[in-house]
Nanobody
Framework: QVQLVESGGGLVQPGGSLRLSCTASGFIFSSYEMNWYRQTPGKERELVATISTAGVTTSYADSVKGRFTISRDNAKNTVGLQMNSLKPEDTAVYYC????????WGRGTQVTVSS
């Protein structure tokens, strides 16, 4: 069955770094655009970063541009999100998303930025 499993979340101090990873299975990973979203309580889920099927094109929310980097490895069915210069407002549950005609979601991983 389709699975997206996120890992790498945790507690980090402001200014620190974390790397999230998402491992996919059960579908043709290389055919799907991959995205990272985040959500905080009471707010809508926000698109953070997108990477095209071959990894050639990426895009970012203005709030993370220059600090976050999305990448993918189609041989390993993984997508990553390198997060640098983290701020308290980056605190959220981060979700991996695969999208083509239909979309799949992971269960999320908590990222907390606090001193």
């Amino acid at each position: 069955q389709v699975q997206l499993v996120e890992s790498g979340g945790g507690l980090v101090q402001p200014g620190g770094s974390l790397r999230l990873s998402c491992t996919a299975s059960g579908f043709i990973f290389s055919s799907y655009e991959m995205n990272w979203y985040r959500q905080t309580p009471g707010k809508e889920r926000e698109l953070v970063a997108t990477i095209s099927t071959a990894g050639v094109t990426t895009s970012y929310a203005d709030s993370v541009k220059g600090r976050f980097t999305i990448s993918r490895d189609n041989a390993k069915n993984t997508v990553g999100l390198q997060m640098n210069s983290l701020k308290p407002e980056d605190t959220a549950v981060y979700y991996c998303n695969a999208r083509r005609i239909i979309q799949y979601w992971g269960r999320g991983t908590q990222v907390t930025v606090s001193s």
